[in-house]
């Protein structure tokens, strides 16, 4: 063995790069959450997190949320742009909301309304459904509840419920067609709204989101627009009661370039709109704080090229030199940012179940009598390859050789014991070859996908679909990490395939050392040992965009909190059920007495037949209704 250590590990992983300071790896080659930002003092090894669910029977996967990760994520964005505004002299604050649409989960909300209270830290509503569970909150009276997205006339009233209880919920147009219909509710339940109007942003951005700008985006209101607005809202008496200018150019900003123009074009706007008698108060940046998903540093679309503090230094440093050269009062600051602030807290831990090879079952291939032609062929390429060095042709020939094999076995020429050995020869070559590579100096595009696909895939009890869907949908990268064994070097370089009928069900792309990475190193498995491994920052979308695909369904929760006089380090504050098989069955209309009653029957009635025993026929029934009540991952001793 070499002399491999933890910081190697920590290194192959990039872990340092992606995680923060909210990750990283113990000297006895554990994964350790650190959920006081780098605090090795007080660590929680993920392992014993798993240990431990495990005595109390809970079946894997998991998503394990560390709430001190999100609190500290508060803090840190409230207190981020406390030190830009002193910092540079800025004559107003920071008010901060957090969009629930990019976790809804009640604790997760609990959790950051608790950790921002005193900072007058917000809400962010972009639907009904999210207005409602805004409205539970008690945040700071001093807090902003910001409502955007499409609005019907519910919506708005529940807004204005919030209104007449004196809290500060902002309805923000979106369209020019709510105006009417904003005033008309304000003045039949008689009360003063707060208006915000979004502007329709110039600035293109481009990246995964960048739809969320230009001219065809799909909200917000040109500069005509909101002309046109302010005149009307006026001439209806209610011009007191535009406080607030709002855009979002779209998530996961990773070049700072994009946040300052937009704030330029945005501030400009808001001045002018000032210096015209609109009693703006608050200019809201919307969205956008990305997160380094790959750990590179970078513009690449999982990474961003700045950091939390770069981020609010611009924001304040451009709006404070165009109010002053506009010669306007400082806004009041708000920000949307979602992903930044949940994206670390949670992630999904699952089990490595086994090994899927293409040559996992070789047959033997020595020559054997009355061999046919096409066999020897491939028999001869492999022994001759160490001559010929040319792997690229003999690559090329196999490949056409491995064609016409198959051509002969449907046509009935070849028997399925040479099928077979061809077959063995074939993965034998390419592996031969692809050795042969590791010193080569030029490794064509044609022979490395023919490595990459000599890669054993792992397969684990988890959908990607369900925890992962942008990995699916928008190819992002999050990071992945063995629980243990960091103090070992992993000498296996695979892809990982999910449990789901759907070979889209895989991760084929990883962090790695230069951006991304094909295959990821993982150890090797060893019989009677399980080996969990980690998928990181799923605390932003992932958690709740999952889908039911197969219908797998919601993953069983744990809520880890940090306890440093616990010799663990944690306590596990909350055990949340996943779906069990009856209740994704539900969903789809399936009625659950009903399909035990109905499976009791076709027992029956095989009882009455005689194909059963009344014995047997009890226990089958009994085992149904207990896999209906059962989680829907596969279960594992
Ligand atoms: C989605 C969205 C956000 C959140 O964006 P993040 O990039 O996750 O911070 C904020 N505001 C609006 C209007 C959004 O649509």
Request: proline share 3%; net charge negative; charged share 20%.
């Amino acid at each position: 063995m070499t002399n491999w250590t933890t910081d190697d590990a920590e290194e192959l992983y990039r872990i340092p790069y992606w995680s923060d300071g909210y990750f990283g790896a113990g000297a006895d080659g554990q994964l350790l959450a650190l959920p006081d930002v780098g605090n090795r003092e007080a660590p929680i090894a993920l392992q014993s997190v798993v240990d431990e669910l495990r005595e109390q029977n809970v079946q894997f996967p998991v998503v394990m949320r560390f709430h001190d990760i999100l609190k500290n994520r508060v803090r840190q964005l409230n207190e981020t742009f406390a030190a830009a505004i002193a910092d540079a002299d800025y004559q107003s604050l920071y008010r901060g909301v957090y969009p629930i649409k990019v976790n809804q989960m009640r604790e997760v909300v609990d959790e950051i309304v608790d950790a921002g209270r005193a900072y007058h830290y917000g809400l962010e509503a972009g639907s009904k459904p999210e207005l409602m569970a805004v409205l539970t909150y008690d945040t700071s009276e001093e807090a902003l509840i910001v409502c955007n997205g499409y609005k019907d006339e519910d919506y708005m009233r529940l807004a204005l419920l919030g209104r007449k209880l004196g809290r500060n919920v902002i309805v923000v147009i979106e369209e020019f067609n709510e105006i009417a219909t904003l005033l008309r509710l304000a003045h039949e339940m008689d009360v003063q709204p707060m208006i915000g109007l979004r502007v329709k942003m110039r600035v293109k951005t481009e990246g995964r989101w960048s739809e969320s700008s230009g001219e065809r985006a799909k909200f917000g209101l040109t500069i005509s627009g909101i002309l046109k607005a302010v005149e009307l809202i006026k001439a209806q008496g209610y011009a007191d009661a535009i406080r607030l200018l709002h855009f979002h150019i779209g998530s996961q900003l990773s070049d700072i370039r994009y946040v300052r123009q937009a704030v330029q074009e945005a501030t400009r706007v808001y001045a002018r709109l000032v210096k015209r008698g609109v009693p703006l108060a608050y200019l809201d940046i919307g969205g956008g704080l990305a997160v380094d998903y790959d750990g590179t540093r970078s513009r690449s679309h999982s990474s961003m090229n700045y950091t939390m503090a770069d981020y609010a230094a611009a924001v304040v440093g451009e709006v404070k030199q165009i109010c002053d050269v506009e010669n306007v009062a400082h806004p009041t600051l708000v920000s949307e940012s979602g992903r930044a602030i949940t994206a670390h807290h949670s992630c999904v831990v699952m089990q490595v179940m086994g090994e899927i090879s293409n040559n996992a079952n070789p047959v033997a291939t020595g020559p054997v009598e009355d061999e046919d032609i096409l066999v020897t062929n491939m028999h001869d390429l492999l022994t001759n390859l160490d001559d010929t060095k040319n792997y690229q042709d003999v690559y090329n020939e196999a490949t056409w050789l491995f064609d016409d094999i198959l051509h002969a076995f449907k046509l009935g020429v070849l028997r399925l014991e040479e099928l077979a050995r061809s077959e063995t020869l074939y993965w034998q070559l390419l592996s031969a070859i692809s050795h042969g590579l590791d010193d080569a100096d030029f490794v064509s595009e044609d022979l490395r996908k023919m490595q990459t696909s000599l890669k054993s895939q792992y397969l684990c009890n988890f959908s990607l679909f369900q925890s992962a869907a942008d990995i699916w949908a928008i190819d992002q990268v999050l990071p992945v990490v063995p629980l243990t064994r960091l103090n070992e070097e992993p000498t296996r370089h695979v892809t990982l395939a999910d449990i789901t009928c759907d070979s889209d069900g895989r991760i084929n792309q990883f962090v790695g050392p230069y951006g991304t990475s094909a295959t990821l190193p993982l150890h090797n498995l060893v019989a009677e040992q399980s080996y969990y491994i980690g998928l990181f920052l799923t605390g932003a979308y992932q958690d709740v965009m999952g889908d039911t695909h197969n219908l797998f369904g919601r993953l069983n929760e744990v809520h880890v909190f940090c306890d440093t006089k616990d010799p663990t380090g944690f306590f596990i504050e909350e055990f949340v059920p996943g779906s069990s098989a009856g209740q994704v069955l539900q969903v789809m209309q399936y009625n659950q007495p009903a399909m035990a009653q109905q499976v009791k029957a076709i027992i029956d009635r095989a009882v009455a037949s005689e194909k059963l025993n009344s014995r047997e026929g009890v226990k089958l029934v009994d085992f149904y209704e207990k896999c209906l009540t059962s989680y829907t991952y596969l279960c594992h001793p």
